[in-house]
C-alpha cells in the first residue's frame, strides 16, 4: 500500500519569498508523482507530475519539484511567490502498474502569501 | 472547450433525502472518478470507473451509489444510508493507462441538514 505525508499543514510566507512545501511517500513499487493546486471552491489543477527521467521537474506557474528516491521525497519549490500562490496543495502519487483509481492523495498544505 | 462539468455547484438537502450529483465529461477518456473532500481530510476516492457499465468501490464507498451507462458520465448518488454525507464532492477523469494525470471538474458542495 502507498502513503502520502506532506509535512506542513499550513505554510505561511511573505510575498517574492522563496517556498517549499514538503511531501513524502511510502510504496513498497515504484510510483508516479504529482502535485495539483486548489483555489478555494474549486476543483483541483496539475501544477507538475514526474513519470521519471530527470529528477527535477518544472511545472505551471514557476513552480519546480525534486524526486529524492533515496529520500522518498517529492518537495515543490518556488523561488519568489505571488499573493495569487496563496491556494492548497496537494501531493499525489500512483504506483507503476496498479489501477487507475489508485491515486494517494496527502491530506494537502495551505499555502497562505501575505503582501 | 474540453473539461469536466459538475452540477450543481452548491446543493441543499434535508437529512433522510438520496440526492444524486452530476458527472459529465468530453475529453474521451475512459476513467472516471469521485472524491470526497473534506476540511484537513485531503481527496478520499469513492468510486471509480475504468470502462462502461462497470466500477469499482474506492476507500470510502458505505452509503454512495454510482452508474455509467454511458462514457461521458457518471453520477454519483448518496444516499440516506450515508451517515455523514455534508462535504465537497469531486469528480475526475483520466485515460486508462498508467502515469496519467487526473482531470478535475469544479465540484459540488452537498450541504445536508
Known amino acids: 500500500a502507498q502513503s502520502v505525508t506532506q509535512l506542513d499543514s499550513q505554510v505561511p510566507v511573505f510575498e517574492e519569498a522563496p517556498v517549499e512545501l514538503r511531501c513524502n511517500y511510502s510504496?513498497?513499487?515504484?510510483?508516479?508523482l504529482f502535485w495539483y493546486v486548489q483555489y478555494p471552491n474549486q476543483g483541483l489543477q496539475l501544477l507538475l507530475k514526474y513519470l521519471s527521467g530527470s529528477t527535477l521537474v518544472k511545472g505551471i506557474n514557476g513552480f519546480e519539484a525534486e524526486f529524492n528516491k533515496s529520500q522518498t521525497s517529492f518537495h515543490l519549490r518556488k523561488p519568489s511567490v505571488h499573493i495569487s500562490d496563496t491556494a492548497e496543495y496537494f501531493c499525489a502519487v500512483s504506483p507503476y502498474g496498479g489501477s487507475q483509481g489508485n491515486l494517494i492523495f496527502g491530506k494537502g498544505t495551505k499555502l497562505s502569501v501575505k503582501p | 472547450d474540453g473539461g469536466i462539468t459538475q452540477s450543481p455547484k452548491y446543493l441543499f438537502r434535508k437529512e433522510g433525502q438520496n440526492v444524486t450529483l452530476s458527472c459529465e465529461q468530453n475529453l474521451n477518456h475512459d476513467a472516471m472518478y469521485w472524491y470526497r473532500q473534506d476540511p484537513g481530510q485531503g481527496l478520499r476516492l469513492i468510486y471509480y470507473s475504468q470502462i462502461v457499465n462497470d466500477f469499482q468501490k474506492g476507500d470510502i464507498a458505505e452509503g454512495y451509489s454510482v452508474s455509467r451507462e454511458k462514457k461521458e458520465s457518471f453520477p454519483l448518488t448518496v444516499t440516506s444510508a450515508q451517515k455523514n454525507p455534508t462535504a465537497f464532492y469531486l469528480c475526475?477523469?483520466?485515460?486508462?493507462?498508467?502515469?496519467?494525470?487526473?482531470?478535475f471538474g469544479p465540484g459540488t458542495r452537498l450541504t445536508v441538514t
Open positions: 475526475a477523469s483520466s485515460l486508462i493507462s498508467g502515469g496519467y494525470e487526473q482531470y
Open positions: 510504496s513498497s513499487v515504484s510510483v508516479y
